[in-house]
């Protein structure tokens, strides 16, 4: 079993399997125009991608973290994270709740965002150093 652990404030929380994040968020982010995908993993709210690129465009404060999944091949993702007992709503004042299940949210953003492809280059070059 490949197992993601992701440390935040010193205490573990795992994710199940990474090809469930390959299979259940990427299908949501390839082509996500104005929507923010929120998926409890342990005690944090977590966001890949484009949802993280949004979160950040909405001055929510998050940690960024690269995240490698290695399964037949290697997908780098971009993913946002913050304690559950940090989120506040509403969100952003032009974030609606669309969607709320026990472990994902859906909150759609008014307007489309552009630029996520050069924030993710420039992010994971920060990362990377």
């Known amino acids: 079993m490949n197992v993601m652990k992701t440390n935040i404030n010193n205490n573990f ?3 199940e399997q990474a090809s469930d994040v390959v299979e259940l968020v990427l ?6 125009p104005n929507n923010v995908y929120l998926y409890l993993e342990g005690d944090a709210w977590c ?3 484009r949802s993280a690129y949004y979160l950040t465009q909405m001055e929510v404060p998050v940690v960024l973290k690269k ?9 780098v993702l971009l993913k946002a994270f913050f304690a559950v007992n940090d989120m506040y ?3 952003s004042p032009t974030a ?11 909150f759609q953003i008014r307007d ?5 492809s050069e924030w993710k280059e420039n992010e994971l070059k920060k990362l990377s150093a």
């Open 67 to 75: 995240e490698v999944i290695r399964n037949d091949y290697d997908v």
């Open 89 to 91: 709503l509403p969100l």
């Open 112 to 116: 489309r965002v552009e630029g996520f």
């Open 27 to 32: 299908p949501h982010e390839v082509d996500n």
């Open 13 to 15: 929380f795992y994710m």
């Open 47 to 49: 966001a890949y991608e």
């Open 96 to 106: 609606v709740l669309k969607l709320v299940a026990d472990d994902k949210l859906q």
